[in-house]
């Protein structure tokens, strides 16, 4: 079996369950956990394969990481494995005991999710009226006890003429990043937010004004879902005033184009161990609990196509295949094909 080099970045939804009832979930998580979710010890073992294998860093997500009983112990067993541990979250369960036991767990960094400047925008986006203050009061114990947070903001039509103020609200808040994540209609999605992804020529105006804004702004600015974004910063030579732009080059995408099954990328798995290229890219590899993650990871046959990167359409004639490559799980939720050209890229 050749051993093709292991992500870099794995996403790890240990719960299905959640409190809230967001319009875009791409796990379509539910009110209450599902009976085929890894076990404690299962989880454990996942991890002690991932921290074997030489994956870095472990995201665990869900649903909402908080709801499941165990999280702080998962999470603590992960940091104690060597991972750099991560969580996402919708940020309404924190306060700062939480955020105290988080921290003490050994997490380096909690996403905080943040859809409008407009609480009334975010609590309908996210199905629960208070979300939005409940989530900046968790980034505020975030913020007292020093564990680093980010915001992650989902880019959407609605919210457009948004987005320098939520810019400046993940500033003002505290936040060490900011990440806007480009709507794709996966999921939950697919039915609630039919429509609300952007248009090529609306990305290329959000990502160029997103460029721009790098140079003055003194936190870094991620956009998951979008591989044609570090092209412009390449492009333009962004320059931050705040920091060196080296770091720039650790966005995602950078140079690598997208990411999912990737050597040195990322990789998902559910809540009931079933493996993913990527949250976008709902295609099931295999599950963990019939196979080892590195037997799926070496042996997928769809991993192989996306690492060929041999695109068809506007990304297989394009310069920028190998650099960019489009985002596959947009053109896989669209056409059918991993392979097929981005419907969302505005160069070609």
Known sequence: MTDI???????????????????????????EALDNELSTEEAKRLIDELADWGAKFLVLDGGEPLCRPDFLEIASYASSRGLMTGIGSNGTLIDKAIAEEIKGAGVQSVAISIDSVRSEVHDTFRGKKGAFYQAMNGAAACKEVGLPFQFGMVIRKGILSEIPDMLKLAIESGADAAEFFDLVEVGRARIECRGESLSPEERKQVMEWLAQAQIDCPIVIRVPVCPMYPLILQERKIKPRYFSPELLARIPYYGRGCAAGMPFGYIRIAPNGEVNPCMLLQIDLGNIREKNIREIWNRSLVLRQLRSRELKGECGQCEYKNTCAGCRGRAYEETG??????PGCWIN
């Open 337 to 342: 094909d991993v392979l097929a050209s981005d």
């Open 5 to 31: 080099p292991p992500p870099f970045m794995v996403s790890y939804g240990i719960t299905s369950k959640c409190n809230l009832s967001c319009k875009h979930c791409y796990a379509q998580a539910t009110e």
